[in-house]
């Protein structure tokens, strides 16, 4: 029976997203940008909200004021949760090389010792490849990895050198099992953070302004007009991508 899964950090709303391949995930929001685009344009259209020609020099310096401040703010967040994808990819380098220095120091301890203590680090890995990195995907905690790590940690401090070889292995297994906890609650930590509500809103209701606001010019070429203003949604698109 699985245990309880308990949520510590709120799920990211539609958290399917980050399900999909990236190839097909640039697809649909290029997808959804663009269609939003021709939508705006057509519906303007239709309704006759269009501007006259005589105020469209004004209103090009308004939306080129709004584009300028959401593009900027919109790169910032872009940089920043990159920047944030390599501090948990760097966090997850550091777990891995502790786990693999602590797997091999106990390769000097004795062969009851040695394979059972290997055998707890074995199955603490596997937990966090199958079950706590599909979890955290979602916002949620895996507390079968707890467990096995909370057991891997017992065991390693709790153990009696029996041997001389142990006693001279037994210091350096202190240093790996600190190293490895210390990365892993980097690792958890910086995994558990992301974009948050608020700042989604933000992105998704200034595209929607920032492209919206397109819709209302008058073009004498409808045709470059719906081309134009998807262009622009495309941007928009492929921005959203990078940062989900």
């Given at each position: 029976m699985s245990p309880p899964v308990s949520r510590p950090f709120p799920a990211p709303p539609m958290h399917w997203l980050y399900d999909l391949p990236t190839p097909l995930l640039a697809a649909l929001l290029l997808a959804v940008s663009v269609a939003y685009a021709v939508v705006a344009v057509l519906l303007a259209r239709r309704l006759r909200w269009r501007l006259s020609l005589?105020?469209?020099?004004t209103?090009?310096?308004?939306h080129a004021f709004i584009?300028?401040?959401?593009?900027?703010?919109?790169?910032?967040?872009?940089?920043?949760?990159?920047?944030?994808?390599g501090d948990v990819e760097q966090a997850v380098g550091n777990e891995?090389?502790?786990?693999?220095?602590?797997?091999?120091?106990l390769s000097g301890l004795e062969p009851a010792n040695r394979d059972r203590l290997q055998r707890d680090v074995a199955a603490y890995v596997y937990l966090v490849l199958t079950d706590e990195w599909?979890?955290?995907?979602?916002g949620e905690r895996s507390d079968r990895t707890f467990r096995a790590v909370?057991?891997?940690s017992t065991e390693v401090y709790t153990f009696r050198p029996?041997?001389?070889?142990?006693?001279?292995?037994?210091?350096?297994?202190?240093t790996e099992i600190d190293e490895m906890l210390d990365a892993r609650r980097e690792r958890v930590f910086l995994g558990s953070q992301g974009v948050g509500v608020v700042t989604w809103t933000i992105v998704l209701l200034g595209g929607v302004i920032t492209v919206g606001f397109a819709a209302f010019f008058r073009m004498e070429n409808h045709g470059a007009q719906l081309i134009l203003t998807s262009m622009m949604a495309a941007v928009?698109?492929?921005?959203?991508t990078l940062l989900v």
């Amino acid at each position: 029976m699985s245990p309880p899964v308990s949520r510590p950090f709120p799920a990211p709303p539609m958290h399917w997203l980050y399900d999909l391949p990236t190839p097909l995930l640039a697809a649909l929001l290029l997808a959804v940008s663009v269609a939003y685009a021709v939508v705006a344009v057509l519906l303007a259209r239709r309704l006759r909200w269009r501007l006259s020609l005589e105020d469209n020099g004004t209103a090009a310096a308004l939306h080129a004021f709004i584009g300028m401040m959401y593009a900027v703010a919109l790169g910032l967040l872009v940089v920043n949760a990159q920047a944030d994808y390599g501090d948990v990819e760097q966090a997850v380098g550091n777990e891995a090389n502790a786990t693999s220095d602590l797997y091999r120091v106990l390769s000097g301890l004795e062969p009851a010792n040695r394979d059972r203590l290997q055998r707890d680090v074995a199955a603490y890995v596997y937990l966090v490849l199958t079950d706590e990195w599909p979890r955290a995907r979602h916002g949620e905690r895996s507390d079968r990895t707890f467990r096995a790590v909370d057991h891997l940690s017992t065991e390693v401090y709790t153990f009696r050198p029996s041997t001389p070889q142990e006693e001279r292995v037994y210091p350096q297994m202190m240093t790996e099992i600190d190293e490895m906890l210390d990365a892993r609650r980097e690792r958890v930590f910086l995994g558990s953070q992301g974009v948050g509500v608020v700042t989604w809103t933000i992105v998704l209701l200034g595209g929607v302004i920032t492209v919206g606001f397109a819709a209302f010019f008058r073009m004498e070429n409808h045709g470059a007009q719906l081309i134009l203003t998807s262009m622009m949604a495309a941007v928009y698109g492929l921005m959203l991508t990078l940062l989900v």
